[in-house]
């Protein structure tokens, strides 16, 4: 795969994981009643926080490979299925266990200064699905510039496009209405099944010399 269509893919993949759309019913909905100005600081600090979080993890993922001593193989194979088991709950219209819950509502709603950090920041942006997505990535980059910079143009086209998203939430809650958010998560779904089945492959074609 050359470059452009490396950085191609890690976009895509970031993007669908990270699913700016599929959030903004849930960022609507937990900032109901805010002013402006909180709302606008509740969106920049939690996209701030969620690709600050990716970005660290991309950077610090291939240590943590040495750490404990697992390989990128078995890694995708651990993040392959994570990825479609998210993408088949949003295929069924859910949010998936690895994102938000009605707890997680529940505790944002009544500790609303902490909202930004939790629920929005994580899991519901930077999920265990969109660390496993870049440290899987940033792994197979392995020492080309271009490869490595490219997960990190990835976390910030993602984190643009989901301020855009979050920031027009409520004129595209009324816009697409419900069913429109539901459809566009089901595509965001389809394709990241596909990812999750491709990191399955690569990850057993990985170890299966070893085997």
């Known amino acids: 795969m050359n470059e452009l269509g490396f950085l191609l893919a890690v976009t895509a993949s970031t993007f669908a994981i990270v699913d700016p759309v599929g959030a903004v019913p849930f960022f609507v909905a937990l900032t109901d009643g805010f002013g402006e100005a909180d709302r606008a600081f509740v969106l920049r600090r939690a996209v701030l926080l969620s690709a600050g979080l ?34 088949y709950e949003m295929l069924h219209g859910k949010v998936g266990g690895t994102k938000l819950t009605d707890a997680d509502r529940e505790e944002a709603i009544a500790r609303r200064d902490e909202l930004s950090v939790f629920p929005l920041a994580i899991p519901l942006l930077a999920g265990p699905g969109a660390i496993s997505t870049v440290m899987i990535y940033e792994g197979t ?28 939430g409520v004129r595209i809650i009324r816009a697409l209405g419900r069913t429109g ?3 566009t998560t089901r595509v965001m779904g389809l394709l990241l099944a596909a990812v999750g ?10 170890v299966a010399p070893h085997l």
């Open 197 to 206: 089945v491709q990191f399955v492959i690569n990850g057993v074609l990985a």
């Open 54 to 87: 990716l970005a660290g993890f991309a950077l610090f993922g291939r240590f943590l490979f040495f750490l404990f001593g697992f390989t990128l193989g078995a890694f995708e194979i651990a993040g392959g299925i994570l990825l479609f088991l998210v993408a």
């Open 181 to 183: 958010v539901m459809a």
């Open 141 to 168: 980059a392995g020492a080309d510039p271009l490869g490595i910079a490219s997960t990190f143009i990835a976390i910030g086209v993602t984190a643009a496009a989901t301020f855009l998203c979050l920031h027009f």
